[in-house]
């Protein structure tokens, strides 16, 4: 069994233990960074895609809004390359208390998030589909932000420092030698091999997951009420600008503007498991009617995809006060030490994306006095790799780079606009042969037709590329295949309904997948 | 708008269906106008002609199989045309083949066994009828295979299609031919207008046939020529000295666009005539009858009349019928009742993405003549008809012919006696 020895062994790769670990590496730790499934598969990569600015807090929660107006700031410098300064509208529909506007506005002075009245009809010429009726609109920095681009820079930012990052690794043990975490022991996915990690510190940052974590340590308590909430893409950008309502927050009130899709968000439905994936044709049908509020005619637009994630909404059972529902909804820093006396333990859990870097922060000055060795954070001022030159992503960017080469790049995934030389990169950087795994490093199949044209194509590069055999490729477009369809036929109405009959006949009509040699074995066997 | 045009029977649809249906009301004397929003399924099908490819097992021999088929599917459109049927439209199909416009290009085979042909991922599919340029791909074959691609063509992976027909036992390898092009995108048209040209293919046989060894044949995918593909291929069999056929691939189809070319000449050569851009967007009814249809189009609006009209438009797959966010189901094109909906609160898809979907069997409800229920001089044909599902049976062609030419020869035995009268 191979062993790994490391300073700080941080559980969870989303957004939170990335950052988790980008922070410690940056202070000069050793760490190991380890997901049971591919980096930012789970809330993180489950989200609308919205940079907060804060003005949802404003009113509700403005200590929250102070964190994320702070934070939009810093990861607009540290990571524009993640990131589209698309700004924020919070616009008063008829179906909106008229008097929460000067409400909302107070709020924001009063926490410090930019905001500007202006005049409906000015918002409506920067958004002509917006709600003809809007009353009041106030003008914020929402943006948002492609968080498995976040992710994986992160993830390059530690490996360039010396760090491990290890997706698929699932965590089958913790370590105790009495009161104190001495590490974990980890299985791949792929190989079921074991690797055995010994760490100073270990790092709970496993969200919704949390409390199963901490269970494994033997820490008892740590409750994590998973809330689930589903988001649908459109297929193409209805609006320009990230669209809230503007009221209190509540289900389906934004529309976020991200790559070549919006996002409707979003509900909340307490629910025991964080791997219940559940969507309900009454969450569909009340998101549809709610985007028709902000969006008139959005009925007639083309739904691409549905998925659900879930937040984790931290309840301490050992606090002395109950926690009220609102304040769940910040982060929640756990030092086992002086909670439960064990040491070598730091659980970081609740939380916004938004917000991921300072709860990175601050879970590392804590696993700092840990290891006896405080040392500063830096990651308010470090570019992560692939920002360095400090421009922001924009929505011609992938088009304005194909016309220039025309005549050399070949494009495998025409909505996203993937290059082939893009799709071999990543297969030979990641080492995976997972489709799937692709589809987040560069939105391969993300698109209007969900993988109907690159999908073969990009299994038949992954099958050129050396050492993968036939019934590996077969097997990565078969699981691509499935994997999209659960989130495509919730919503699957109008012009959405004759993409997936042409895919169809794609697949298994001109294709034959379901024939392929070893789908047939499979019939047999089972 | 300008006024009435008058016919004695307007096809809506221009895929298989409504062309052949157009054409044999052509043939038979009819005035016929085909109204098609566009161009159809034949661009994004292999054009091969599936008539009964799975049951669900493979099937060997679709005649042989389609009393059985029929009796576990008594709502097929199968169940109303027939094996008779089928075969007749097949053999008038290939006839007008060998009479059409594309000198020496044939289609072979017959009901009574399935070609097993590879597709562009190295499955095996079942098909009855397929053009000459495809047959030498056929698994029964004993000859090992070559198949051959390039990089320049991002639609077909020759190795992963040899290294999966490898696995299904036949003894398969790849080749890759440079190929220099203007820019990176190419499909299979910009490669077939290639072929086309005499010099272009003598200098690709000559880099391939470097690379080939003995006793092969080549696999190539479906590109071999738009305009001649029957001098393409048989002048690569010839510089080759071995069988040569076609894998299909992803859209655009060059075969499928062959088909096109045939149907629609065979069409206008009796005298139909074939309006593209036409979407029909209203219909007027007078009772159960629909007398005229109106389209809309770039340059005008128009109003079709006639006693007979064939609805060809299709299914999901192509508009005609839609299920709405509300989930309401619509014959759009003409506003018909449907049938083969899943049951109220029922589910209208499920998870499994290889499952049959509740949603995959609906169509226009028909009588027993493919008549639309509710409208009784409206037959109905091809993709539109329930109770199929053609992507996995494999009976698209089989059923967009067969249709398509009962739907023509119903509407000729009933002119001249007003349409409903027998009933």
């Given at each position: 069994?191979?062993?790994?020895?490391?300073?700080?062994?941080?559980?969870?790769?989303?957004?939170?233990?990335?950052?988790?670990?980008?922070?410690?590496?940056?202070?000069?730790?050793?760490?190991?960074?380890?997901?049971?499934?591919?980096?930012?598969?789970?809330?993180?990569?489950?989200?609308?895609?919205?940079?907060?600015?804060?003005?949802?807090?404003?009113?509700?929660?403005?200590?929250?809004?102070?964190?994320?107006?702070?934070?939009?700031?810093?990861?607009?410098?540290?990571?524009?390359?993640?990131?589209?300064?698309?700004?924020?509208?919070?616009?008063?529909?008829?179906?909106?208390?008229?008097?929460?506007?000067?409400?909302?506005?107070?709020?924001?002075?009063?926490?410090?998030?930019?905001?500007?009245?202006?005049?409906?009809?000015?918002?409506?010429?920067?958004?002509?589909?917006?709600?003809?009726?809007?009353?009041?609109?106030?003008?914020?920095?929402?943006?948002?932000?492609?968080?498995?681009?976040?992710?994986?820079?992160?993830?390059?930012?530690?490996?360039?420092?010396?760090?491990?990052?290890?997706?698929?690794?699932?965590?089958?043990?913790?370590?105790?030698?009495?009161?104190?975490?001495?590490?974990?022991?980890?299985?791949?996915?792929?190989?079921?091999?074991?690797?055995?990690?010994?760490?100073?510190?270990?790092?709970?940052?496993?969200?919704?997951?949390?409390?199963?974590?901490?269970?494994?340590?033997?820490?008892?308590?740590?409750?994590?009420?998973?809330?689930?909430?589903?988001?649908?893409?459109?297929?193409?950008?209805?609006?320009?600008?990230?669209?809230?309502?503007?009221?209190?927050?509540?289900?389906?009130?934004?529309?976020?503007?991200?790559?070549?899709?919006?996002?409707?968000?979003?509900?909340?439905?307490?629910?025991?498991?964080?791997?219940?994936?559940?969507?309900?044709?009454?969450?569909?049908?009340?998101?549809?009617?709610?985007?028709?509020?902000?969006?008139?005619?959005?009925?007639?637009?083309?739904?691409?995809?549905?998925?659900?994630?879930?937040?984790?909404?931290?309840?301490?059972?050992?606090?002395?006060?109950?926690?009220?529902?609102?304040?769940?909804?910040?982060?929640?820093?756990?030092?086992?030490?002086?909670?439960?006396?064990?040491?070598?333990?730091?659980?970081?859990?609740?939380?916004?994306?938004?917000?991921?870097?300072?709860?990175?922060?601050?879970?590392?000055?804590?696993?700092?006095?840990?290891?006896?060795?405080?040392?500063?954070?830096?990651?308010?001022?470090?570019?992560?790799?692939?920002?360095?030159?400090?421009?922001?992503?924009?929505?011609?960017?992938?088009?304005?780079?194909?016309?220039?080469?025309?005549?050399?790049?070949?494009?495998?995934?025409?909505?996203?606009?993937?290059?082939?030389?893009?799709?071999?990169?990543?297969?030979?950087?990641?080492?995976?042969?997972?489709?799937?795994?692709?589809?987040?490093?560069?939105?391969?199949?993300?698109?209007?037709?969900?993988?109907?044209?690159?999908?073969?194509?990009?299994?038949?590069?992954?099958?050129?590329?050396?050492?993968?055999?036939?019934?590996?490729?077969?097997?990565?477009?078969?699981?691509?295949?499935?994997?999209?369809?659960?989130?495509?036929?919730?919503?699957?109405?109008?012009?959405?309904?004759?993409?997936?009959?042409?895919?169809?006949?794609?697949?298994?009509?001109?294709?034959?997948?379901?024939?392929?040699?070893?789908?047939?074995?499979?019939?047999?066997?089972? | 708008?300008?006024?009435?045009?008058?016919?004695?029977?307007?096809?809506?649809?221009?895929?298989?269906?409504?062309?052949?249906?157009?054409?044999?009301?052509?043939?038979?004397?009819?005035?016929?106008?085909?109204?098609?929003?566009?161009?159809?399924?034949?661009?994004?099908?292999?054009?091969?002609?599936?008539?009964?490819?799975?049951?669900?097992?493979r099937v060997v021999s679709p005649s042989g199989a389609m009393a059985e088929f029929v009796a576990g599917h008594p709502d097929h459109p199968y169940a109303v045309l027939g094996t008779d049927a089928v075969a007749e439209a097949v053999r008038w199909f290939r006839a007008r083949v060998d009479a059409g416009p594309l000198a020496g290009y044939r289609y072979l085979g017959d009901l009574d066994r399935n070609y097993l042909l590879p597709t562009a991922v190295g499955a095996l599919r079942p098909s009855a009828v397929v053009p000459e340029t495809m047959a030498a791909g056929d698994a029964v074959r004993v000859e090992r295979t070559c198949v051959v691609g390039t990089r320049s063509l991002r639609d077909f992976h020759a190795s992963l299609?040899?290294?999966?027909?490898?696995?299904?036992?036949?003894?398969?390898?790849?080749?890759?031919?440079?190929?220099?092009?203007?820019?990176?995108?190419?499909?299979?048209?910009?490669?077939?207008?290639?072929?086309?040209?005499?010099?272009?293919?003598?200098?690709?046989?000559?880099?391939?046939?470097?690379?080939?060894?003995?006793?092969?044949?080549?696999?190539?995918?479906?590109?071999?020529?738009?305009?001649?593909?029957?001098?393409?291929?048989?002048?690569?069999?010839?510089?080759?000295?071995?069988?040569?056929?076609?894998?299909?691939?992803?859209?655009?189809?060059?075969?499928?666009?062959?088909?096109?070319?045939?149907?629609?000449?065979?069409?206008?050569?009796?005298?139909?005539?074939?309006?593209?851009?036409?979407?029909?967007?209203?219909?007027?009814?007078?009772?159960?009858?629909?007398?005229?249809?109106?389209?809309?189009?770039?340059?005008?609006?128009?109003?079709?009349?006639?006693?007979?009209?064939?609805?060809?438009a299709g299914g999901f797959n192509s508009g005609a019928i839609e299920l709405d966010s509300r989930w309401d189901t619509h014959d759009r094109v003409l506003g018909l009742p449907l049938r083969g909906l899943p049951a109220e609160g029922g589910p209208r898809f499920v998870g499994d993405y290889l499952a049959e979907q509740p949603m995959a069997r609906v169509g226009v409800a028909v009588d027993g003549e493919l008549r639309a229920e509710g409208a009784e001089n409206v037959v109905v044909a091809g993709a539109a008809l329930p109770g199929a599902v053609p992507w996995r049976e494999g009976s698209g062609e089989g059923i967009a012919l067969a249709s398509g030419s009962h739907a023509a020869e119903l509407v000729i035995a009933q002119s001249?006696?007003?349409?409903?009268?027998?009933?």
């Amino acid at each position: 069994m191979a062993t790994l020895s490391t300073d700080v062994l941080v559980i969870g790769g989303g957004a939170t233990g990335a950052g988790v670990a980008w922070d410690a590496a940056l202070r000069g730790y050793d760490v190991v960074l380890v997901d049971r499934a591919d980096l930012a598969e789970g809330t993180s990569g489950r989200f609308h895609g919205l940079l907060h600015s804060g003005g949802r807090y404003a009113v509700k929660d403005p200590r929250a809004a102070e964190e994320c107006i702070a934070e939009n700031r810093i990861l607009k410098a540290i990571t524009p390359d993640s990131i589209e300064d698309i700004g924020g509208f919070f616009v008063t529909t008829p179906f909106d208390d008229p008097a929460y506007a000067d409400v909302f506005a107070k709020g924001c002075r009063d926490t410090g998030v930019d905001c500007e009245e202006i005049d409906p009809a000015q918002a409506l010429r920067e958004e002509p589909l917006l709600n003809p009726a809007v009353s009041r609109v106030f003008r914020v920095p929402d943006a948002n932000i492609d968080v498995w681009k976040t992710v994986w820079a992160l993830a390059r930012g530690i490996q360039e420092r010396g760090g491990r990052v290890l997706p698929y690794h699932a965590v089958v043990g913790i370590h105790r030698s009495g009161d104190q975490v001495t590490g974990a022991r980890l299985r791949g996915a792929a190989t079921g091999e074991e690797i055995e990690v010994e760490a100073r510190v270990t790092v709970n940052a496993s969200g919704a997951w949390a409390g199963v974590v901490a269970d494994m340590a033997g820490i008892e308590g740590v409750r994590v009420l998973p809330g689930r909430g589903i988001m649908i893409a459109m297929n193409h950008r209805l609006v320009n600008t990230c669209v809230n309502r503007c009221q209190m927050p509540t289900d389906g009130d934004i529309i976020v503007p991200i790559r070549t899709v919006c996002v409707i968000g979003t509900t909340d439905v307490n629910t025991d498991d964080p791997d219940d994936h559940t969507v309900l044709q009454s969450e569909v049908d009340a998101m549809l009617d709610d985007g028709e509020k902000l969006v008139p005619g959005v009925r007639q637009a083309r739904a691409m995809r549905v998925w659900t994630g879930v937040r984790p909404l931290f309840e301490d059972s050992k606090a002395a006060d109950t926690d009220s529902r609102d304040v769940t909804r910040a982060h929640a820093l756990l030092d086992h030490a002086e909670r439960d006396g064990v040491q070598g333990f730091v659980t970081i859990t609740g939380g916004k994306l938004t917000t991921f870097r300072l709860m990175a922060e601050e879970t590392v000055d804590a696993v700092s006095k840990h290891l006896g060795d405080e040392r500063p954070c830096t990651t308010k001022t470090e570019l992560l790799p692939g920002s360095e030159d400090g421009t922001t992503y924009h929505l011609g960017e992938r088009l304005s780079r194909k016309e220039a080469r025309l005549a050399d790049e070949q494009i495998v995934c025409e909505c996203e606009l993937v290059p082939r030389w893009k799709v071999e990169q990543a297969i030979e950087r990641r080492a995976t042969t997972n489709l799937d795994d692709i589809r987040r490093l560069l939105r391969l199949g993300m698109g209007p037709c969900q993988g109907g044209f690159c999908i073969y194509r990009a299994a038949g590069i992954l099958h050129g590329l050396d050492g993968l055999t036939a019934d590996q490729a077969d097997e990565s477009l078969l699981h691509f295949l499935r994997e999209r369809w659960k989130g495509v036929w919730p919503v699957l109405y109008g012009d959405q309904l004759r993409q997936a009959r042409l895919d169809d006949w794609i697949f298994q009509g001109i294709l034959d997948v379901e024939h392929l040699p070893a789908v047939e074995a499979e019939a047999v066997t089972s | 708008m300008r006024g009435e045009l008058h016919y004695d029977a307007v096809v809506i649809g221009g895929g298989t269906a409504g062309l052949v249906a157009g054409a044999r009301l052509a043939e038979g004397g009819a005035r016929v106008c085909v109204l098609t929003k566009g161009v159809g399924s034949t661009h994004l099908a292999p054009a091969t002609i599936d008539v009964l490819g799975y049951d669900p097992d493979r099937v060997v021999s679709p005649s042989g199989a389609m009393a059985e088929f029929v009796a576990g599917h008594p709502d097929h459109p199968y169940a109303v045309l027939g094996t008779d049927a089928v075969a007749e439209a097949v053999r008038w199909f290939r006839a007008r083949v060998d009479a059409g416009p594309l000198a020496g290009y044939r289609y072979l085979g017959d009901l009574d066994r399935n070609y097993l042909l590879p597709t562009a991922v190295g499955a095996l599919r079942p098909s009855a009828v397929v053009p000459e340029t495809m047959a030498a791909g056929d698994a029964v074959r004993v000859e090992r295979t070559c198949v051959v691609g390039t990089r320049s063509l991002r639609d077909f992976h020759a190795s992963l299609c040899a290294a999966n027909l490898s696995r299904a036992g036949i003894s398969a390898r790849s080749v890759e031919i440079e190929v220099e092009v203007d820019k990176a995108d190419q499909n299979a048209l910009g490669f077939a207008r290639r072929f086309d040209d005499p010099a272009w293919r003598a200098a690709f046989a000559g880099r391939l046939a470097l690379k080939l060894q003995a006793h092969e044949r080549v696999g190539l995918p479906a590109m071999l020529g738009l305009r001649d593909p029957h001098g393409v291929w048989s002048d690569l069999e010839r510089r080759l000295g071995r069988p040569v056929f076609e894998i299909p691939t992803l859209p655009p189809s060059v075969p499928g666009m062959r088909l096109y070319e045939i149907l629609r000449s065979t069409l206008r050569r009796a005298g139909g005539r074939l309006v593209v851009g036409a979407e029909v967007v209203s219909a007027e009814r007078s009772g159960s009858r629909v007398t005229s249809v109106a389209t809309r189009s770039a340059g005008h609006d128009a109003r079709y009349a006639a006693p007979w009209f064939v609805l060809a438009a299709g299914g999901f797959n192509s508009g005609a019928i839609e299920l709405d966010s509300r989930w309401d189901t619509h014959d759009r094109v003409l506003g018909l009742p449907l049938r083969g909906l899943p049951a109220e609160g029922g589910p209208r898809f499920v998870g499994d993405y290889l499952a049959e979907q509740p949603m995959a069997r609906v169509g226009v409800a028909v009588d027993g003549e493919l008549r639309a229920e509710g409208a009784e001089n409206v037959v109905v044909a091809g993709a539109a008809l329930p109770g199929a599902v053609p992507w996995r049976e494999g009976s698209g062609e089989g059923i967009a012919l067969a249709s398509g030419s009962h739907a023509a020869e119903l509407v000729i035995a009933q002119s001249g006696a007003p349409a409903g009268a027998a009933a």
